[in-house]
């Protein structure tokens, strides 16, 4: 049974954004993105009520902080856990140093909210083809958020991580946003979405944020939506060598009708989107100036 833990930051008023999942089975338990360090209570509160005194894996769809800046955390209560992530995150995760300093210079003061990463001893480290779980769990290199990105399906489960971007449910419809930092590359994005069209039969489970049934809609809506934003970002770019971030975003707000249910958002939520879409436009940017 899979279970949605919430993991909210009330020191950024984030709410419905970042989350683990939690599995238990007769294979074992296993947790999904433990989210980052500043959430390790939280976390742990929630492992409590659902009395889980062991974890045997946890997978890591990407290493970005708000997603496993906790696991170092979380390995030193559970030392018995194995995390399972991408070859190029291991350097990573065994020493932190590099990864924080990448990300206090994207995020800034959110990143020293969501708190420096704890190492990771290398014999927690493991790959997916060593899981023995029932049906197995399938590893897919889904590079485009971040080159250690990679989603994992098993038979009745697709975790998905941020390769279709931001995602919420919303009256019966859904909230999506690309998600698209530097360093931002469209092949690599729209290769790695094309990636999961085996997977979409079953259901999609999101860090950012929940879960949803039809995997076709959520693919075709994402591609459509990432070529449109490139293509509203190229249009600023040609007429502007600095872009104004607020133009672009209204802009992408007038033309884009998903993107647009943010208007029917909690304010606080709308103002955490505005700063996160700031973040992939500036990725879009970019990949432009690389490309054009």
Request: aromatic share 10%; with cysteine.
């Amino acid at each position: 049974m899979l279970h949605l833990i919430d993991l909210d930051v009330p020191a950024l008023n984030y709410t419905r954004f970042i989350s683990a999942w939690l599995y238990r089975g007769r294979e074992g338990n296993f947790l999904v993105d433990p989210g980052p360090a500043c959430t390790v209570a939280a976390l742990f509160d929630a492992l409590d009520q659902y009395d889980v005194r062991q974890l045997d894996w946890i997978f890591l769809t990407h290493i970005h902080m708000d997603h496993s800046g906790g696991i170092g955390h979380v390995i030193r209560r559970f030392p018995e856990a194995k995390v399972v992530c991408h070859e190029k995150a291991v350097p990573h995760l065994m020493d932190p140093e590099r990864l924080w300093e990448g990300s206090l210079k994207i995020l800034g003061d959110v990143a020293r909210v969501y708190g420096k990463m704890l190492p990771v001893p290398p014999e927690n480290l493991m790959t997916a083809e060593e899981i023995p779980f029932e049906d197995g769990v399938q590893v897919i290199p889904t590079p485009g958020h971040a080159a250690h990105h990679q989603c994992f399906a098993g038979k009745e489960f697709l975790f998905c991580g941020e390769v279709f971007g931001i995602f919420l449910e919303l009256e019966g419809t859904m909230y999506l946003r690309p998600a698209t930092p530097p360093v931002f590359v469209l092949e690599d994005f729209l290769e790695s979405m094309d990636a999961l069209r085996p997977f979409l039969g079953r259901p999609l489970y999101f860090s950012h944020y929940g879960r949803w049934e039809n995997g076709p809609e959520i693919l075709e809506t994402a591609r459509e939506q990432l070529l449109l934003w490139v293509e509203v970002v190229r249009r600023h770019r040609m007429r502007s060598e600095h872009p104004d971030m607020q133009a672009i975003i209204d802009d992408l707000t007038a033309t884009d009708p998903v993107y647009a249910r943010k208007n029917r958002l909690p304010a606080q939520i709308r103002k955490r989107e505005d700063f996160f879409s700031v973040n992939a436009i500036r990725g879009m940017l970019q990949y432009l100036e690389k490309k054009d």
